[in-house]
Each structure stands twice: as C-alpha cells, then as structure tokens.
C-alpha cells in the first residue's frame, strides 16, 4: 500500500498522546483535522499493517506501538476529536468520517465483519449479492467464508462469479449497501431467520484463488458442479489456481518435488526474462549443480522465441498443477 502526504501525516500524529495532538492542532481549521481523521480511519478499518512502503521510522513505531503500549486508532482518534473540536462536533465529525468511509469503498467495512455472522446472512441472499461480496474479500478469508456456506448457496455463488457478465458500480453499491445493514441489524439484535467491474478473466482469477484454499474434498465438489454448469469455466478455474506469478509462494518442498524430470535447458527457458524473486525461488529448489547448468544454459541461449518460454513454463504449471489436484501442493505462508 502507498501512502499518500496526508496518511503519512495520520500515522505520524498516532506517535503523540491525545493531548499533545490536540495542543498541535489548535489553529488549525477543522476541515484539515477532518481530512486526517478520515486517513486515520481508513488506515484503520482496511486493516493496514505496516511494509517495506514506508519509512523505517514509522516502521519501528509501529512495531514498538504493538509490541509495548497496545495503542487503539479508535480510542486515539476519539480522544484526539473530542480535545480538539469538542463533543458535540466529534460526534458529528465522526458520522461524516463514516459517511466518506463507506463512499470510498463500500466493502470497507464488510471485510472485517465476522465470518459466522456474514456467512448466516448471506445464505438467505441473491447468489449475485452473495458472489459480489465473496469477490471483494481478501482470498483466504474469502476461502474461510465460502467454506462456511451451504452447499447450494456455495455452488451458485461460485457458478455467478464464473460468468463471463460482469455487476456494474451501482449495483455493487447497492449490495454493499444492503450487506450492511443487514450486518447493523444483527448486530442491534438477533436475526430470526467503488471499484469497476472486473474484467472475466479477473473474476475467474478470484474465483480460482478462492476455491484453492477449501479443503480438497469441498473444492473438488465446487468444482464438479462448475464443471456440470459450464465445462470451459471449470477448466478455467482449475487452471487459474497455479498460475505463473503463483511460484513464489509455493512451498520449498513442493517446488523440488515439480521439478524433478525438468531438465536443465527447461528451466533456462522458462527463467528467461522471469522475475528475480521467482528465478531465485526455482534455482532454491534444485541442487547447486543443477543451478549451476541452468546458469550456463542461459548464458549460451540465443534469444528464445516466445512460445518456446511459454511452453516451458507450462511444463512446470503442469507439474504444479497435478500435484494441487491431488492435493499435495502446499504455500508457504
């Protein structure tokens, strides 16, 4: 995630007591303290955890925040509104923040609902709702809900996402919209009973990512039954689980069990052009020796032609791709 001026400007402020804020913002006009808030916020609800992206300082902030004051962006945030602007004002900054917050990404707030929650929820809703907000999950919490729902309502949600139509922006609103509500409504009480749309292949991608984290007996059932709707879709999807930019994250000891039977001038092949972190992930997994030849092999290659490559590639995805079938691929964390 990049940051921009004023969110780094958000993370920089939860580094100060709420006083000590609230003294430096005096002065300064309540629509500025409004902007941050709602950085603040955002950063908060979309789960932010801090990379490589920002600086070291904030970096070990942040680590030292977790590891030693157990800081909350809600308590600071409210501490800091009410210092600066007042209680009768905070609480209506506050409603504002959630206002833009919900116009920003409507999902916002879905992501971190509860999953047994949402899972009840959406098993009485239109598969077209429920596949939209199986769409907008993170992969494996996505997994985590589908595994959650009934079978019926699995199935046709996951055949909705294979469709080749796509949900426009109003409509994804309105799902987002009623989602949440109904999300307010149980949690108010017991229940008694701006992103575009994604272009097919995107949708059989998540759809993919999705289905590869179930368990082996529940995603071979999903996949039987896209298999039964639309033949093509299913293979699709099967294929799309393992793809090319997927090898990084493949377990050391699945990788070397994919590449034993690929000789050297193969995976010069499919390493040529490839991405450092996948070339250095491939060359792990063989012996020094064998790394060592497909280092030579390459250097005495003339420029291969392109469906040379890709059909190098496709012996190792074809490799990966059996053992997931089996149920014997693994990633690393």
């Not at 900054?93 to 047994?116: C, G, H, N, T, V």
């Not at 494996?140 to 809900?145: H, I």
């Not at 097919?200 to 179930?214: D, F, I």
């Not at 000891?253 to 001038?265: C, N, P, Y």
Request: hydrophobic share 40%.
């Amino acid at each position: 995630m990049s940051l921009t001026g004023k969110q780094k400007a958000a993370l920089l402020l939860t580094t100060l007591d709420a006083a000590t804020v609230a003294e430096m913002l005096k002065g300064i006009d309540t629509a500025t303290v409004q902007e941050l808030a709602v950085e603040l916020s955002y950063l908060d609800a979309s789960g932010y955890q801090d990379t490589t992206q920002t600086a070291e300082v904030v970096r070990q902030f942040c680590q030292s925040l977790q590891q030693e004051s157990g800081f909350h962006f809600k308590s600071f945030l409210r501490d800091m509104l009410r210092s600066s602007v007042g209680e009768d004002q905070a609480q209506r900054i506050q409603q504002e923040i959630r206002d833009l917050l919900q116009k920003r990404d409507p999902f916002l707030s879905i992501r971190s609902a509860d999953l047994q929650m949402l899972a009840a929820l959406l098993e009485t809703e239109h598969p077209q709702a429920v596949a939209v907000v199986l769409s907008e999950l993170p992969p494996k919490r996505g997994s985590e809900l589908l595994g959650r729902l009934s079978d019926t309502v699995r199935v046709n949600a996951v055949s909705r996402m294979t469709s080749l139509g796509s949900t426009t922006p109003e409509a994804r609103m309105r799902i987002a919209q009623l989602i949440q509500s109904r999300i307010e409504g149980a949690k108010a009480g017991p229940q008694t009973g701006a992103a575009l749309p994604a272009r097919p292949e995107q949708s059989l991608r998540q759809v993919a990512m999705l289905v590869r984290n179930l368990d082996s007996e529940v995603r071979d059932g999903v996949l039987e039954a896209i298999r039964q709707k639309d033949q093509e879709a299913s293979e699709k999807v099967a294929n799309l689980m393992i793809v090319w930019e997927d090898l990084p994250a493949v377990s050391g000891r699945s990788m070397q069990q994919a590449l034993r039977g690929i000789d050297e001038r193969q995976l010069a092949l499919a390493l040529h052009e490839a991405p450092d972190p996948l070339a250095r992930k491939i060359k792990s997994s063989i012996s020094e020796r064998a790394a060592a030849l497909v280092a030579e092999e390459a250097s005495l290659m003339a420029a291969p032609k392109k469906e040379d490559v890709r059909a190098a590639q496709d012996r190792i995805l074809g490799a990966l791709r059996e053992m997931n079938k089996k149920g014997e691929l693994s990633f690393e964390e």
